[in-house]
């Protein structure tokens, strides 16, 4: 985790936050100053961000918008002050309007971005300052302390080689907290066709099996924001076990990017889970990354030890498989 410190100053009215990173000077710097950079991470985990403009030039805006994982829409922009490259750069950040426009009567903020080498990398520096006492207390109970946090979190990801990062790691999964689980996993195929496979019945049923001995029975994906969909799966003849399915609500779609669905068993009472999925290309790998949240931690640790993560990387090996024909 890159974070290493995150320090709230009520007198001098400043959030500074450290991160550490295993990346040149000049990588870190990239990821903060292009667009298709930092749309992987500026944002925490179920808000990825879009950014619509980007214009880094001194008194040039930068519009954005992060998507929740329900389709809601936050948007903000910046206005760069000073740039000072490969080094700093500042800006006036503020919440904006669908529009892009400034909201006078949301608390704003000037950031500082600092890039500094370590001797093991590099180093992010970026300071927030605040108008007001009030103007810092109403932006940290909106959380933006935590957000940052987790946003600035996923930069390991974004700054190595994607091939270097997951390359041969199988399915990972990373316990966020209570409620959230990360699952990431590199597939050798274009994002295109690792899309395509998530969302055309015949490709699913060559791969979204499970472990050996079992058969895809029901496909039905949803397509749009507002679909429903309807999985079934059973053991293949004379196999043991009993069939199951699972169905939901498609609630995002940002193809070939993102999808977000509801999840719950077939016939089974009780809370959904919220999948979000997004897929990301880089050299012709696509690293896929799935944030399930869960209505609590009891359900969470029943789910996770029913086998699900050995059972999901038996498919995505499938899927790899898929991919290379």
Known sequence: ???TSVTVDPEALTLTLIADVAATPERLWRAFTEPAQLERFWGPPGWPASFTRFDFTVGGIA???????????AHARWEFLVIDAPHRF??????????GDSV????????????????TGARLVSVSHF????????????????????AISQLDAVLR???????????QVEVLDDTHVRITRLIEGPRELVWRAHHEPELLKTWLLGPDGWEMTIAEPGLAAGDTYRYAWAPVEGGEGQAFGFEGDTLVVDA?????TTERMTGMPGPSTLN??????????TLLTLLIEYPDAATRDMILGTGMTEGMERSYQRLDALAAV
Not at 104 to 119: H, I, L, N, Q
Not at 256 to 260: K, S
């Open 104 to 119: 006078p009567d949301m608390p704003g903020m000037r950031a500082t971005f600092a890039v500094e080498p370590t001797p």
């Open 1 to 3: 985790m890159p974070v």
């Open 256 to 260: 070939p990017r993102r999808v977000v």
């Open 63 to 73: 519009s954005y918008h992060m998507t929740g994982p329900r389709g809601e829409l």
């Open 276 to 285: 979000d999925l997004t897929l990301y290309e880089e050299d012709g790998v």
């Open 131 to 150: 108008v007001s006492v009030e103007a810092l207390e109403q932006t940290l109970a909106m959380g933006m302390r935590e957000g940052f946090t987790m």
């Open 161 to 171: 080689d994607l091939r270097d990062y997951a390359l041969g790691a199988g399915t």
């Open 90 to 99: 500042e800006v006036l950040d503020t919440f904006a309007d669908e529009n």
